[in-house]
């Protein structure tokens, strides 16, 4: 892998790390295209540069990470996600394809839409991360599990789990933003622990590369998905998810 693809790959991660449209199914979908096979080092390259993206998080709710309340939820909602991906390491390794990508990213979409409308001029009554009960916080962390799968996408997952729970979109969100903080510091250090062995000079510098773009792109798409949200629903995340999916198969996989 070129710098120039790792640059490519870091702005695709940061742009897509916090919208419901899944960072590691574009990664993945992006490095076939560029023709990068899914080696194990790409793989723990994909996990890693997310990272970038998690710092950029510390970076805009520093505040947020000193109230205890807050972090002890985030902790509860990390669990399932934590004893799940140490359990199954493996087994989600294997479903890193574009098939399996395209997939998830069809069906993600069509549930983003369904509960989207079904939801439709709810009044949702968790409006504060504060208003977050533990029991919430547990089961966001559930759905978020769902998200191991590549191409279901973490984000969305916490998100639609919680407008199903009853937070607003931007708590929802928010929650969300949060909750990538504790969970991609484990995966990303865990992998990295895995496969270290199999980077060379170049995969570090690349690494550097992708790490410092997703960053600052991370630091973007935040801001213009809080500003788009507070006018917006996420339909139109679902009918993206469900296009790219559609096209990308017929396209280039079939």
Partial sequence: MSNLQAFILGVVEGLTEFLPIS????LILVSTL?????????????????LGSILAVVFLYFGKFKD????????????????LGFLLYKVIKSFFN?????FMLVLGGVILILIEYYHKNKDYPVKSLEDVSYKKAFFIGLFQS????????????TIIGGLILGLNRKTAA???????????FMATFYDIYKNH???????WSNLAIGFITAFIFAILAIKLLLKFISNHNFIPFGVYRIILGI?????VLR
Avoid: C, W
């Avoid at 062995?197 to 995969?203: A, E, G, I, L």
């Fill in 68 to 83: 205890i309340n807050l972090l002890k939820k985030l902790i509860v909602a990390f669990i399932p996600t934590g004893i």
């Fill in 174 to 184: 928010e929650f969300s933003f949060l909750l990538a903080v504790p969970t991609m």
């Fill in 247 to 251: 096209v990308y198969y017929l396209v």
């Fill in 23 to 26: 960072s590691t199914g574009h």
């Fill in 146 to 157: 769902l998200s191991m799968v590549p191409g279901t996408s973490r984000s969305g997952a």
């Fill in 197 to 203: 062995s199999h980077f060379n000079t170049s995969d």
């Fill in 98 to 102: 574009p098939y399996i990508v395209v």
């Fill in 34 to 50: 560029m023709g990068i096979d899914q080696t194990d080092t790409q793989k723990a390259f994909e996990v890693s540069i997310q």
